[in-house]
C-alpha cells in the first residue's frame, strides 16, 4: 500500500503516482488527510494491473472530507486491469491463470470531497476491458463535468455481472 497523508497536492505535467503489476496483486494508493487536489496536464493517480488484481484507489475514505479535488487538462484518477497483449515476457503459467479468470481484476475507488471538478477532457475511471472492474463511488454535495470530464466504469466481457457501479452520495 501507498499511502501520502498531506493537506495539499498538486499534479502537474503529467505527474504520476501509481501502484503497478504486471501480474499477481497490485498495492492501494491511499490518500489521507487532503484538503485540496490537484492534476493537471495530463498527470494521474492510479492503481494498476496487466494480468491480475489492481489494487484499490481512495480519497478521504475516513476522516473528513477534502474541501476540492480539481482534475483538468486531460487529467486522470482511476483503477484499471488492462487488456493482457500475449506478452512473452510472462511465464505461461501467469498466462493461464489470465485466461482461466477471464481477465484482470479492477480494485474500487472512492472519493469524499466536498467540491469535485472534472473539467477539460479528464477524468475518473475503473475498468477491467476482459476481466471485472471495481465500483466508482463519490460522495461529494458538488459535482461538476464539463467540457469533457467524464466518470466511468467499464466491466469486460468474462460473464460477470457485478462490479464498474458508479455510486454518487
Same mark, same amino acid.
Given at each position: 500500500?501507498?499511502?501520502?497523508?498531506?493537506?495539499?497536492?498538486? =499534479?502537474? *505535467?503529467? +505527474?504520476? !503516482? $501509481? /501502484?503497478? #503489476? &504486471?501480474? @499477481?496483486?497490485? %498495492?492501494?494508493?491511499?490518500?489521507?488527510?487532503?484538503?485540496?487536489?490537484? =492534476?493537471? *496536464?495530463? +498527470?494521474? !493517480? $492510479? /492503481?494498476? #494491473? &496487466?494480468? @491480475?488484481?489492481? %489494487?484499490?484507489?481512495?480519497?478521504?475514505?475516513?476522516?473528513?472530507?477534502?474541501?476540492?479535488?480539481?482534475?483538468?487538462?486531460?487529467?486522470?484518477?482511476?483503477?484499471?486491469?488492462?487488456?493482457?497483449?500475449?506478452?512473452?515476457?510472462?511465464?505461461?503459467?501467469?498466462?493461464?491463470?489470465?485466461?482461466?479468470?477471464?481477465?484482470?481484476?479492477?480494485?474500487?475507488?472512492?472519493?469524499?470531497?466536498?467540491?469535485?471538478?472534472?473539467?477539460?477532457?479528464?477524468?475518473?475511471?475503473?475498468?477491467?476491458?476482459?476481466?471485472?472492474?471495481?465500483?466508482?463511488?463519490?460522495?461529494?454535495?458538488?459535482?461538476?463535468?464539463?467540457?469533457?470530464?467524464?466518470?466511468?466504469?467499464?466491466?469486460?466481457?468474462?460473464?460477470?455481472?457485478?462490479?464498474?457501479?458508479?455510486?454518487?452520495?
Amino acid at each position: 500500500t501507498l499511502t501520502i497523508r498531506a493537506s495539499e497536492m498538486s =499534479l502537474e *505535467d503529467e +505527474s504520476e !503516482i $501509481s /501502484a503497478s #503489476t &504486471r501480474f @499477481g496483486i497490485g %498495492g492501494d494508493v491511499v490518500l489521507q488527510g487532503v484538503e485540496t487536489l490537484e =492534476l493537471s *496536464d495530463r +498527470s494521474r !493517480i $492510479s /492503481a494498476e #494491473t &496487466r494480468t @491480475g488484481t489492481a %489494487g484499490s484507489l481512495a480519497i478521504n475514505e475516513r476522516g473528513n472530507a477534502a474541501q476540492l479535488i480539481v482534475l483538468d487538462g486531460g487529467s486522470r484518477l482511476s483503477v484499471e486491469a488492462r487488456p493482457f497483449n500475449g506478452n512473452a515476457n510472462l511465464s505461461t503459467q501467469a498466462q493461464e491463470d489470465y485466461i482461466s479468470q477471464g481477465g484482470g481484476t479492477a480494485g474500487d475507488l472512492m472519493i469524499r470531497t466536498e467540491e469535485l471538478q472534472v473539467v477539460n477532457n479528464s477524468a475518473i475511471t475503473v475498468s477491467s476491458r476482459e476481466g471485472r472492474a471495481g465500483n466508482l463511488e463519490i460522495t461529494a454535495p458538488i459535482i461538476l463535468l464539463d467540457t469533457g470530464g467524464r466518470l466511468t466504469a467499464v466491466t469486460g466481457d468474462s460473464g460477470r455481472t457485478d462490479g464498474a457501479n458508479i455510486i454518487l452520495n
